[in-house]
């Protein structure tokens, strides 16, 4: 009855909501101006114009205000209230904007207290130039983590021991991020990129997982143990700073952003976070994703896949960049693989290493279509199956001796494999743009995760 009231909700401030879909590629195709316009008589004193598809030509700017209801079960709980300001301008590029804002403030519940902390602004332009083949992205983004998952280094060669408290399994973070990015189109569907990336992280200890009487001393959690053993180096805790020039190209066809169901999206980077440029530990990388959208029966049954890869080319990759997949445009990076927005099913920063990968397989079926409050609804079923692995780990020889007993059973040296999970979604698709999510996800492996996976959120994975 909860979720069925959280979905009814957010079906309600949706009728006031800008009707808006990303009819084009990731470049700025000016598909509306063909569209044949329209213009009804309606009861109100303003005429409505519709395009030749029924949609209402936006012009102007239009503001989408709505809270953020969501449930993630790796963080929880999350509650907040989030900003869309799309600029239409005269309305001939409808239903691609000029230019959009996007604002929010949230927070995650667990377990009866605020665990994580969530500020975003981002900003998207497509029409930087008169042309439109140059498009401008930035985005900012701060992170208040006070119980972050830590499941160590190298997947597998990491033992995880689902009895103990998780608070084992946590550490503090606050993280502030900041980027800028550029795409120009070359020729059509493919662009260039390039970007400056910063980030600033604090790391430190996570405390309240036991209850200890006065006196006593503090447990001590897997990260104090990583620290204790050398493999996490005193050098890279505390404030650490990261400050990355990226380049690279994008080959994009397909036919929404939002929710395509045909086309291609393959990006390939390299990152460069020299010392000169104020990076506490230099490093430098590559990051290839590659998407692929097959129609099998029109645009109502797809079959999607997405492979994605991340590599470190120097030896001594900084531990705080493991987690964080860079992505191209106005959204924030992501970081951790597991969880909603990686690979279902698996835990939170399960998988980290210098060398990376993880894979989305699922079938997509949009099975009715309807009008409902002059919006366009649909909904969706999809099926799936998710993995990730370390193809190349971290060094995790103990460097000082340090609780032998402990380092036995918390890196066994078990030999790293691909974690697997797979389940089912259900999807309420509202003008091509914005989507409320529902899956569930179970781990193949109870070293991945205990018992099963729920999330309420947004969008398609991918």
Known sequence: MKRTAIISAILAIMACFPSYAENGSFGTEDTAQSDTLKVKKK????????????????????????????????????????????????????????????????????????????????????????????????????????????????????????????????????????KVDLIGEIAKNFYWEAGYHFNYFNTGQYKDFYKTAEGEPEPEALYDLYQKWGIIPESQTGDQFSSALRIGLVYDSRDFEASPSRGFWVDAHLIAAPKFL??????????????????????????????????????????????????????????????????????????????????????????????????????????????????????????????????AKYVPGTKENIHLAAGAGFRIIINRNFIVALEYAQAFNRQDNKKGAFYLNTGFLF
């Not at 530990?281 to 998407?291: A, E, G, W």
């Not at 994605?308 to 970081?335: C, E, H, I």
């Not at 079923?381 to 103990?398: E, P, Q, R, W, Y």
């Open 278 to 407: 104020g990076s506490s530990n230099p490093y430098s990388k590559v990051n290839v994703t590659f998407r692929h959208y097959v129609p099998i029966f029109r645009d109502k049954f797809v079959f999607a896949y997405r492979l994605d890869y991340q590599g470190f080319l120097n030896k001594n990759a900084p531990w705080y960049m493991l987690p964080y997949f860079t992505v191209v445009g106005s959204l924030y990076d992501r970081d951790g693989i597991g969880g909603y927005r990686t690979v279902r099913g698996i835990m939170y920063n399960r998988v980290q290493g210098p060398h990376t990968g993880f894979f989305n397989a699922e079938v997509r079926w949009r099975f009715i279509d309807f009008h409902l409050w002059r919006q366009n609804v649909g909904l969706a079923l999809s099926g799936f199956c998710d993995g990730a692995g370390v193809f190349k780990g971290m060094d995790m020889t103990n460097r000082t001796g340090y609780a032998p007993e402990l380092y």
């Open 43 to 178: 009861k109100s004193r303003k005429p409505v114009v519709y395009n030749e598809h029924g949609d209402i030509i936006k012009t102007g700017l239009s503001y989408g205000p709505l809270p953020v209801v969501a449930f993630d079960n790796d963080k929880g709980f999350q509650f907040g209230a989030l900003l869309n300001i799309f600029n239409f301008g005269d309305g001939k590029t409808y239903p691609v904007p000029k230019s959009q804002w996007y604002i929010e403030a949230s927070a995650y519940v667990k377990q009866g207290r605020i665990g994580t902390q969530k500020y975003v602004v981002s900003y998207d332009n497509k029409h930087v130039t008169p042309d439109y083949n140059l498009r401008l992205c930035a985005a900012g983004s701060a992170f208040i983590d006070t119980a972050l998952e830590f499941f160590g280094f190298n997947g597998y060669q990491s033992f995880y021991d689902p009895s103990i408290p998780t608070g084992f399994y946590r550490h503090g973070r606050l993280t502030a991020n900041m």
